[in-house]
């Protein structure tokens, strides 16, 4: 459990992870996986990963968090962790480090399998919007 920076309460946040994790639809992976992530105005929203008879248009668990961000009002996220189905704290992959890295920027503190890390660490030199500019 990563120490409260007096910001977020990381354990409430995994708890609301491992809860989207139980709603996950993975019949061809089995692979369950649950994302929660804290906005910059307080609120907490999640996702689960839904998965497709045609394997490659599976959905990540961080495709609906982002979704419900922008569904309840949009803002940054400043927070976030995902579990798998034994609620152990997993890596987002790489499209979705660019996904988070889109809605919350370098400054997006994770969870990681080592630690708490910034976005900047997870996705190094990322390419986003400053470079359409
Ligand atoms: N998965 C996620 O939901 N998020 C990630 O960051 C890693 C992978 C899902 C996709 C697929 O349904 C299952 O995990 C196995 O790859």
């Given at each position: 459990m990563p120490a409260s920076d007096g910001t977020v309460d990381w354990a ?97 503190s994770?969870w990681?399998?080592?630690g708490v ?17």
């Open positions: 409430a946040l995994k708890d609301a992870a491992e809860e989207a994790m139980t709603h996950a639809y993975a019949p061809y992976s089995r692979f369950r996986v649950g994302a929660a992530a804290r906005v910059d105005d307080g609120r907490v929203v999640v996702g689960c990963n839904v998965e497709n008879a045609a394997y490659g248009v599976a959905l990540c668990a961080e495709c609906g968090l982002v979704s419900q961000l922008h569904i309840t009002g949009g803002g940054r996220l400043t927070h976030f962790v995902c579990v798998n189905g034994d609620r152990e704290v997993i890596m987002p992959c790489g499209r979705c480090r660019q996904l988070l890295f889109e809605n919350g920027g370098r400054e997006l994770l990681t399998v080592s890390k910034t976005m900047d660490e997870v996705l190094p030199d990322a390419f986003g919007p400053d470079d359409l500019s």
